[in-house]
């Protein structure tokens, strides 16, 4: 029997330049798709192994695992509907980390196999374009209820430097509604609701009633007194706080829970507001403020409801988020409204539990956790006048292992 030959489907050319090489295998009934800049992908079965997957895991769109030049891994997939928003799942580890295939949002580079009917279902020639393409078609295929899944036993070498031009990000945004790059998780919940974009339960699933401070209370206060390591770690940031705000500055905890550090700010002479969303922690700032005597102005404790913050624009000098970025279904509409209310000139501070791979600080109640890299980037693409300025802000180790960063709004 004669194999059908493999087909190579035009391309549109209406861009600069088209990242794309497309190939039609009617005798797999697939549609594989590389980017020019990539390797011959491992192993040589790599078409076979990827048909395969298609048709076992019940997936539309297959994916390669992606090394880096320097042999880590690169990518396992990409999300871009999450609440660190656009990032490239597994990038920095060492290239076996991942050894199980791995559901995402889409396949940004590489090698793609997707099923021929699934291609065929939408306007292929149209999404398929610029550095943006295989992910507008991952997209579009999963709006339609299709799967995009990684796999570990096919490998290239393609790093990700996704850099679409500002007319393929505009065209992007247009098409789905969204900013590729960081999405608005409360936007697309309206948007998409119902449909298979919103398929990772973990994130559009029903949350668990938050209970720490009910279980636990005034955990901070009760740790800063009887546990040197946490002491440390709190002095520690208190005084980050006092290096970044002007003297008799006005700051935000926000997040505070029980108010240990919003009473710690103003043990420094700040004027220091707490604010929460769980009414529990709250009453337990108030009560353990009571107790103690300060240089100055007391803390002030409010509770909040979700949405806007109750605060003018420009009013603080400094706002702090001290673990509460991971708790965020939706950080990037915390993180301008921070924005907004900061002076110019103002910064924010930032803490949260660094990611690692195959576990979590609290698997209960994190939603996500993040690298580095991850928070860097979701936080200077908050706004054009709002940038990272440090993370060299000492280590926090033994026992904890947090990233800290400051970010400032323009003067």
């Avoid at 546990?227 to 003297?247: F, Q």
Wanted: aromatic letters at 8%; one cysteine or more.
């Amino acid at each position: 029997m004669t194999a059908t030959p493999i087909e190579h489907l035009p391309t549109t050319t209406n861009l600069p330049q088209q990242a794309w090489d497309v190939q039609r295998d009617p005798q797999r009934g697939v549609v594989f798709i590389t980017r020019q800049s990539s390797q011959p992908p491992q192993p040589e079965d790599w078409r076979d192994r990827m048909t395969r997957a298609i048709r076992q895991l019940g997936a539309a769109i297959v994916g390669a695992k992606r090394l880096a030049d320097d042999g880590k891994l690169a990518a396992m997939g990409e999300f871009i509907i999450h609440p660190k928003g656009f990032h490239h799942l597994g990038n920095g580890l060492p290239p076996t980390s991942y050894r199980f295939p791995e559901e995402v949002d889409a396949i940004a580079a590489g090698v793609l196999a997707v099923d021929a009917e699934a291609f065929d279902s939408v306007d292929n020639q149209s999404l398929l374009t610029g550095d943006l393409g295989a992910i507008a078609l991952c997209l579009a295929i999963r709006e339609q209820g299709g799967r995009c899944i990684c796999i570990p036993s096919v490998v290239v070498t393609d790093p990700p430097n996704i850099t679409p031009t500002p007319q393929e990000s505009q065209a992007f945004n247009q098409r789905f509604g969204f900013d590729w790059l960081i999405a608005d998780l409360d936007e697309i919940t309206k948007q998409y609701a119902g449909s298979p974009m919103l398929w990772n339960v973990r994130f559009f699933g029903t949350a668990l009633p938050f209970e720490k401070y009910v279980q636990r209370p005034a955990v901070h206060w009760h740790n800063y007194q009887k546990v040197e390591a946490y002491r440390l770690r709190a002095d520690h940031i208190a005084k980050v706080i006092a290096n970044h705000c002007p003297a008799n500055g006005r700051v935000l905890d926000l997040g505070c829970g029980d108010g240990l550090f919003t009473h710690l700010a103003s043990q420094q002479n700040l004027t220091a507001t707490g604010l929460d969303l769980e009414p529990e922690a709250i009453e337990q700032a108030k009560a353990q403020a009571a107790k103690q005597t300060y240089p100055g102005t007391p803390p002030t404790y409010l509770h909040s409801k979700p949405g806007p913050l109750p605060f003018d624009d420009m009013y603080f000098d400094l706002v702090f988020l001290l673990d509460v970025i991971e708790h965020l279904p939706n950080p990037i509409t915390v993180l301008r409204e921070t924005m907004r209310i900061l002076k110019p000139g103002g910064a924010l501070l930032l803490s949260t539990p660094a990611w690692r791979y195959d576990g979590s600080s609290d698997p209960t109640y994190h939603v996500t956790e993040y690298t580095a890299d991850e928070l860097t980037r979701q936080v200077n693409t908050v706004g054009k006048d709002f940038a990272v300025k440090t993370t060299d802000l000492g280590h926090i180790t033994g026992i904890y292992r947090d990233l800290l960063l400051v970010a400032q709004r323009a003067s």
